[in-house]
């Protein structure tokens, strides 16, 4: 039998439906905190196949969710083009912002394959460790929005506002465009060499989508989304891609009719009945409990999943979050998720 997420993403309305959640193996978990204690920084975890293999599949282990997700970062895309990457304690990425021309070739220059190599491993030894007992759950290979990897690599790290880069658009469009150019190809090359390792759906994560005018939106996340969908689609007709336009607003629609993705991610912000008129019945959906809902569990869990399962009844539908996990939350929080999905 088809797998649940599969199923869903192949436009069919399974129901219960299929439930995983973004950073699902993440510092909430104490088995996560122990591995990462192990590899020292995070890079180092996520370039070392047999402790990303094993967080990317405590989730499953623990919760039988319908999806692992490979244990990265958006970030490791830069890092593998040759830019300097760190994750500082209390603050985030740092990278070597990226400045002008000089900067951006230098990058052009980086052998991707080499650099990936140990990520592809990981997926390899997740899909073989999940063809057994987890033989049920799907797995799912990711990579950022070129534009939302954009925000960081010229940002030099996290910003309320990303203006260096929105900056950067408006100031030095042609510059702009071959960075975006150079992500959206390393894109392709990164996904299609997850696809090529075993991931069975793939996922952009345009977090800071919903930060552009719509011009910048329909120039930086849908065109270079469509481009993506579109070549991946060339050499895997049936390999769905799922969407996370985060905050993308009204644009909603325009974005998963013109980049041609199979389902899209609903932030915390988006009303699920909403979003469903604007989607073509065909196109899953995936979303969208509030994180600090899962955080605060009781009533306010009960509550806000019950509308969520309600509003989405009937169409092909994903349950997650709307954004990545609260790294405070409680496991039993999140098992009582699961049960209450599963018993929808």
Same mark, same amino acid.
């Given at each position: 039998?088809?797998?649940?997420?599969?199923?869903?993403?192949?436009?069919?309305?399974?129901?219960?439906?299929?439930?995983?959640?973004?950073?699902?193996?993440?510092?909430?978990?104490?088995?996560?905190?122990?591995?990462?204690?192990?590899?020292?920084?995070?890079?180092?975890?996520?370039?070392?196949?047999?402790?990303?293999?094993?967080?990317?599949?405590?989730?499953?282990?623990? !919760? #039988?969710?319908?999806?692992?997700?490979? /244990?990265?970062?958006?970030?490791?895309?830069?890092?593998?083009?040759?830019?300097?990457?760190? !994750?500082?304690?209390?603050?985030?990425?740092?990278?070597?912002?990226?400045?002008?021309?000089?900067?951006?070739?230098?990058?052009?220059?980086?052998?991707?394959?080499?650099?990936?190599? $140990? *990520?592809?491993?990981?997926?390899?030894?997740?899909?073989?460790?999940?063809?057994?007992?987890?033989?049920?759950?799907?797995? *799912?290979?990711?990579?950022?929005?070129?534009?939302?990897?954009?925000?960081?690599?010229?940002e030099g790290g996290g910003s309320k506002d990303f203006a260096a880069v929105r900056g950067m658009a408006f100031q030095q469009p042609v510059l702009f465009r071959r960075l975006m150019d150079l992500l959206t190809e390393s894109t392709i090359a990164f996904l299609a060499a997850q696809i090529?390792?075993?991931?069975?759906?793939?996922?952009? /994560?345009?977090?800071?989508?919903?930060?552009?005018?719509?011009?910048?939106?329909?120039?930086?996340?849908?065109? $270079?989304?469509?481009?993506?969908?579109?070549?991946?689609?060339?050499?895997?007709?049936?390999?769905?891609? *799922?969407?996370? $336009?985060?905050?993308?607003?009204?644009?909603?629609?325009?974005?998963?009719?013109?980049?041609?993705?199979?389902?899209?991610?609903?932030?915390?912000?988006?009303?699920?009945?909403?979003?469903?008129?604007?989607?073509?019945?065909?196109?899953?959906?995936?979303?969208?409990?509030?994180?600090?809902?899962?955080?605060? #569990?009781?009533?306010?869990?009960?509550?806000?999943?019950?509308? *969520?399962?309600?509003?989405?009844?009937?169409?092909? /539908?994903? !349950?997650?979050?709307?954004?990545?996990?609260?790294?405070?939350?409680?496991?039993?929080?999140?098992?009582?998720?699961?049960?209450?999905?599963?018993?929808?």
């Amino acid at each position: 039998m088809t797998k649940l997420l599969l199923r869903a993403l192949a436009g069919e309305a399974v129901w219960p439906p299929p439930v995983w959640l973004m950073r699902q193996a993440g510092r909430y978990l104490p088995e996560y905190r122990a591995v990462r204690a192990q590899a020292g920084d995070f890079v180092s975890l996520c370039t070392n196949p047999e402790l990303a293999t094993e967080v990317t599949l405590q989730p499953l282990r623990r !919760f #039988g969710m319908d999806a692992a997700i490979l /244990f990265s970062d958006i970030l490791m895309l830069p890092w593998a083009l040759g830019q300097d990457l760190r !994750f500082k304690a209390g603050e985030g990425p740092v990278l070597s912002p990226l400045h002008g021309w000089a900067d951006l070739e230098r990058l052009a220059q980086r052998r991707l394959p080499q650099a990936i190599a $140990p *990520i592809l491993e990981t997926v390899g030894r997740v899909r073989a460790a999940m063809e057994g007992a987890m033989g049920d759950a799907a797995l *799912i290979g990711f990579a950022g929005g070129p534009f939302t990897v954009a925000c960081y690599m010229v940002e030099g790290g996290g910003s309320k506002d990303f203006a260096a880069v929105r900056g950067m658009a408006f100031q030095q469009p042609v510059l702009f465009r071959r960075l975006m150019d150079l992500l959206t190809e390393s894109t392709i090359a990164f996904l299609a060499a997850q696809i090529a390792a075993g991931v069975e759906a793939v996922m952009l /994560f345009d977090s800071w989508a919903g930060i552009l005018s719509p011009s910048l939106f329909r120039a930086h996340v849908i065109a $270079p989304t469509r481009r993506i969908v579109t070549d991946l689609r060339a050499r895997h007709p049936k390999l769905p891609v *799922i969407g996370f $336009p985060r905050l993308a607003g009204l644009l909603l629609g325009e974005y998963a009719r013109d980049t041609g993705v199979q389902a899209v991610g609903l932030d915390t912000a988006a009303d699920p009945s909403v979003a469903r008129a604007m989607l073509a019945d065909g196109i899953a959906l995936q979303g969208n409990l509030d994180p600090l809902a899962l955080l605060v #569990g009781g009533a306010a869990l009960r509550e806000e999943t019950a509308g *969520i399962l309600s509003a989405m009844r009937g169409r092909p /539908f994903i !349950f997650n979050l709307g954004h990545g996990i609260m790294p405070g939350t409680p496991p039993e929080h999140v098992a009582e998720l699961v049960r209450m999905v599963r018993a929808a």
